[in-house]
């Protein structure tokens, strides 16, 4: 580099009066299929997430991530929620896609919106508002939000109200995939993967008290994305007719690598692939140690090849859940441990957490401790997510 050319280098810095910016995860999830068909019409979503990270510009990820007719958006605002379906006027920013109001996104596609600058505080509620001017049936969306979102009446697009009025509630995220904000250099993102134990099923609704979101709060700075999804599997997709997702080996590339200003993923699976055969799933879909250990394998080594970590971590009990009779057999539980034992000492991972550890009575190993228990047996309470998010060592995020 010239002398002039230095002094050239050094005053467009100055000028832009920071260190430059990369985009990272504020806020993620991983796009499925509905439970059950829904269809949208002339109204508008004003979809309410928390942020993890801070930064002083945002965008967002819509997806329509599955077969289907193209998906049409006629309109989109991010703002700061108040409370309830309001927001704050000051900061409410019309979003545009390649300089346009709407976007068409064809079947098995994203878009990611322009840039607006917008101050982004971490650990807040957005509201991401969004018009569905025709006839739409929802083919993506995240069915497990436990996060109460708004839906206008059919009287044409409303995503610039100050207060949404409201005709229904929701308690999914329709479209919507991922909330980027703009971050200072050394800012990272870490993605949890995995089933309804990542998901956060069994947590209290409108709390963000899910593992990943009490990790996001104790490692201030680092923007944390959830890719977890309800009945899912390492090695086998959703059973037919049902809206659990593709398996782990088919959506890690772009549900958990996809995620902007990944560093780190915490995978945190398997429970169904045990217990789902005979029960949800045929029984030839019953899995071996081999055949998860392979399983883990290969997402491992396609982190490594984009310099990503990974962080395993233990499958927890699970005897007597009321899920399903036989979703818990003594053999499955034999199984598990085998699986642990593997997860434990099979050298597969940067890092491993043992969240089987942590959340099992000390008294009746292969059942949930009580007062971490949801009820069901198979999913963690509030406290017992706090104690699976404080178990994870601050340090293996570093």
Known sequence: MTPRSAVALA???AAC???PTHWVSTWAVAPQPPMQPKVYENVTLRLIVHTSVGGKRVRIRIANAFEGPPLVIGGAHIAKRTEGSSVDPQSDRVLRFSGRASTEIPPRSTV????VDLDVPPFADL?????VPKATHVTSTHVLALQTSY???PTGDATGAVTLPVASTIRDWPFLSAVDVAARPGAFTVVAFGDSTVDGDGSSPDANLRWPDVLAARASGIGVANAGIIGNRLLHDSPPGGGLGPAALARFDGDALGQSGI?????HLGVNDIGFPGVFAPASEAVTIDAMSAGFRELVSRARRRGVRVIGSTISPFEATTIAPGYYTPEKEVLRGAVNDWIRNGGAFDAVVDFDQVLRDPEHPSRLRPAFDSGDHLHPSDAGYRAMAEAVPLSILK
């Open 151 to 153: 839906v206008s009446p």
């Open 17 to 19: 009066g920071s260190a």
């Open 127 to 131: 509201a991401v508002s969004l018009f």
């Open 263 to 267: 560093k780190i993923v915490i995978l």
């Open 11 to 13: 005053f467009l810095v």
């Open 112 to 115: 990611w919106s322009d840039p």
